[in-house]
């Protein structure tokens, strides 16, 4: 029996699995700033799906795909990309008859390729995209790659490399593809059994060809841009200038064509080395598609979208430390001092948390200094020292520990103390604005002696 993860799958736990939710959910808000909505669609499609839609010639479907029958015999794939799933979706369910046009979808979730497993590539990986249907412009194609930025400076990357390139229209691509089988059939004789296939199913699919030998003869194949049919160029050349306006910073990519056949005119991809100089590859890649949604049954209506790779965007964001904050610890870390205290620690612990702080109590009696180990084994930011003596004069200790500082903080007005010390407002004092230093009540000690306002005296 055989009890270790199917290779090339992983587990996310603890604070993995909050940075994957933090990395979505800011996705999730940038796109909504857009005007997407969610759409979920099922991890398992009926094969055609794919095989017409993510196309026959693309890798992916020839050779990635989990597909297999069911017990009710029929071929059924679970997703390797997103995008003829939600297609699908758009088309069997009609929304492009029911919903105002475009139609503008964000999705999340699992999607499963059988390739081989190697840095930021695995057999099941998890996606965020977007895909804006019905709507056939440039602007619409530059909003989608404004968006794509906006999300990665949202995530707190400085500095995007965009790769960027069109792929024509269809008259484009035939002749393109003629220049192709004229170039490659002189050198095919030479080049790996794939690309002898790819020749004959679609030669564009050489150009993406990882045999070294084979990319050498790529080198010398004909351009892309030199086939690019006048309505093509202009409105590649449109896209470019609006994302331009928007300071979208850009380097054109002639040889990236994109690994799926449902692209047409313009295609980009999100490159980041990570501050450790891992290449993780693409944290994300879309573009355009002209025929997908008829192909899949609906009308002929145009699309855009792209999809960012959870795992490889998680990846380099812990390489360059922009996810430091986002851990799995607890603010707080409620300790009784003594077994009599731990009702009243209970107590207190559900009270911070209905003050939306997280926090936890050991639930049993302990010593102090195993107390505060599991304090900071839980990556609790404070502890909450609940003595006897103290609730007596109203008063618990916080101790920050990472600073090892530690205040007396009135129980009336906790709330606000807590907050303060969690999220620290500039120039407010840390009761909440309610410090009187004329008041009694403040040489009491309202903030323990620690009133950041520094009216003490
Ligand atoms: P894709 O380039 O195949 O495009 O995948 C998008 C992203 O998913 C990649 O840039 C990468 O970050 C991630 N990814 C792909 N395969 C793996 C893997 N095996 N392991 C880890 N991450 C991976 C699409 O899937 C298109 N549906 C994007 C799109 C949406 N185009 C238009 N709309």
Redesign the pocket.
């Known amino acids: 029996m055989d009890y270790t993860p199917v290779k090339g799958t992983h587990d996310i736990f603890g604070a993995e699995a909050k940075q994957h939710n933090y990395v979505s959910f800011v996705l999730k808000s940038t796109a909504e700033l857009y005007g997407y909505k969610g759409l979920e669609t099922p991890v398992l499609e009926h094969t055609e799906v794919f095989s017409r839609g993510t196309g026959e010639s693309s890798d ?1 479907v020839r050779k990635e795909m989990y597909t297999f029958l069911d017990k009710g015999n029929r071929s059924v794939t679970m997703r390797p ?3 003829a799933g939600i297609v699908r979706s758009i088309v069997s369910n009609k929304y492009y008859a029911t919903e105002d046009l475009p139609i503008k979808v964000f999705y999340h979730g699992p ?1 499963f ?1 059988y ?1 081989r497993p190697q840095l ?4 099941q ?1 998890h ?1 965020f ?3 804006e249907i019905g709507l056939d412009s440039a602007r619409a194609d530059a909003e989608i790659i404004i968006m794509a930025v906006h999300m990665m400076q949202n995530l707190g990357f400085n500095k995007v490399n965009l790769k960027i390139n069109s792929i024509g229209d269809d008259e484009t691509r035939t002749n393109y593809r003629a220049a192709l089988v004229e170039y490659f059939s002189k050198h095919i004789d030479n080049m790996c059994p794939d690309c002898k296939e790819r020749l004959q199913l679609n030669p564009l699919r050489i150009l993406d060809c990882k045999v070294p030998a084979d990319q050498e003869i790529a080198k010398g194949a004909p351009k892309l841009k030199d086939y690019l049919s006048e309505n093509s160029e202009k409105r590649f050349y449109d896209t470019l200038s609006i994302i331009n306006d928007f300071g979208v910073e850009y380097e054109i990519d002639d040889g990236l064509v ?3 056949d449902y ?1 047409s005119e313009v295609v980009f ?1 999100i490159h980041a080395i990570s501050d450790e100089g891992k290449d993780y ?7 355009h ?1 002209g025929g997908l949604v008829k192909a899949l049954g609906g009308p002929d209506l145009p ?7 959870m ?3 998680v990846n380099v964001m812990n390489d360059n430390h922009l996810l430091d904050e986002i851990t799995d610890g607890v603010d707080f870390y409620v300790m009784p001092v003594g077994e009599d205290m731990l009702d009243e620690a209970f107590n207190l612990t559900m009270m911070v948390r209905s003050f939306g702080f997280s926090a936890e109590t050991p639930l049993a009696n302990g010593k102090m200094g195993s107390m505060f180990k599991k304090a900071v084994k839980r990556k609790a930011k404070f502890a909450i020292i609940v003595g006897g003596n103290e609730l007596e004069r109203g008063v618990v200790n916080v101790k920050n520990l990472a600073t090892q500082e530690q205040i007396e903080v009135p129980l009336h007005n906790i709330d606000r103390t807590l907050e303060n010390l969690i999220n620290p407002q500039e120039n407010e004092c840390c009761c909440g604005g309610d410090c009187n230093c004329e008041n009694e009540e403040h040489d009491e000690g309202c903030c323990g002696g620690h009133c950041c306002c520094h009216h003490e005296e």
């Open positions: 992916v990309e997103f995008t999607a390729r390739e930021g590539r695995y057999r990986f996606q995209g977007v895909e994109r690994g799926l692209y991809e590859g693409a944290l994300g890649g879309g573009g598609y699309g855009v979208g792209f999809a960012m790779g795992e490889r965007v």
